[in-house]
């Protein structure tokens, strides 16, 4: 993936380390399940965050149920969870549902460009 997406894509285990893993740009991965009403709660504020940062940031969607091997190798329990990875390494995580805009200010230390 040479462009970051400006709308959150879909990762899963087969594809998560070429994906996420090898990417230059940073990708903060969105942990989630269908039963989890906080993670409905966040999408919306996922997908604004995708286009308005679209080159410095990419959102990625892992559905928890249906991909156990990454979460259980970061050892995510809660959900939602967001996870941001850096040069191939997470940098920093994030649990549960939050405001945009206090996403936005444990996210600007890792990215360039990001402002809350």
């Known amino acids: 993936m040479a462009d970051a997406p400006s709308a959150p894509f879909t990762v899963t285990d087969a ?3 070429e994906t996420v893993l090898a ?3 940073p990708v903060l991965v969105d ?3 269908a039963w989890c009403g906080p993670c ?3 999408a919306p504020v996922l997908e604004q965050l995708a286009g308005e940062y679209a080159g410095k940031l990419k959102i990625a ?3 928890y149920d249906a991909n156990p091997d990454v979460p259980a190798r970061y050892g995510i329990l809660g959900l939602p969870t967001l ?3 850096k040069g191939g390494e997470p940098v920093q995580q994030i649990v549960g549902a939050k405001p945009k805009r206090a996403l936005l200010k444990e996210l600007q230390p ?3 460009g990001i402002s809350a």
């Open 15 to 17: 594809d998560f380390d």
């Open 23 to 25: 990417s230059e740009t």
């Open 31 to 33: 942990f989630w399940a």
């Open 40 to 42: 409905r709660m966040i």
């Open 61 to 63: 969607k892992l559905d």
């Open 83 to 85: 996870l941001l990875f």
């Open 110 to 112: 890792h990215i360039e």
